[in-house]
């Protein structure tokens, strides 16, 4: 059965840096493109970023230059470098893979189960 793992979320003074990581474990065939989302209370679930196989990314404008997400694709891995945090980037921060278990072959999304980001002012 696929898994998908955070770590690393935690609490942060603003202008403060964390690393969140993100493991896909299980009979797992291909992965194309990982990302991360987060949910504020009260608020949507949102996209922050996301990155393909071939390591091309696509960022949220409200995090672009402070953040950066990156992959290890030999360790089913995606991390998200936040760095000049801000107060309003408190969220839970969920991971995603679009993958391809070795069975059943289908391909879909699988979602982590969240880590809390709290960043004080």
């Known amino acids: 059965q696929v898994q998908l793992v955070e770590s690393g979320g935690g609490l942060v003074q603003a202008g403060g840096s964390l690393r969140l990581s993100c493991a896909a474990s299980?009979?797992?065939?291909?992965?194309?493109?990982m990302g991360w989302y987060r949910q504020a209370p009260g608020k949507q679930r949102e996209l922050v970023a996301t990155i393909t196989s071939g390591g091309s990314t696509n960022y949220a404008d409200s995090v672009k230059g402070r953040f950066t997400i990156s992959r290890d694709n030999a360790k089913n891995t995606v991390y998200l470098q936040m760095n000049s945090l801000k107060p309003e980037d408190t969220a839970v921060y969920y991971c995603n893979a679009v993958l391809t278990p070795t069975w059943p072959v289908y391909t879909r999304t699988y979602w982590g189960q969240g880590t809390q980001v709290t960043v004080s002012s």
């Open positions: 299980g009979s797992i065939f291909s992965i194309k493109d």
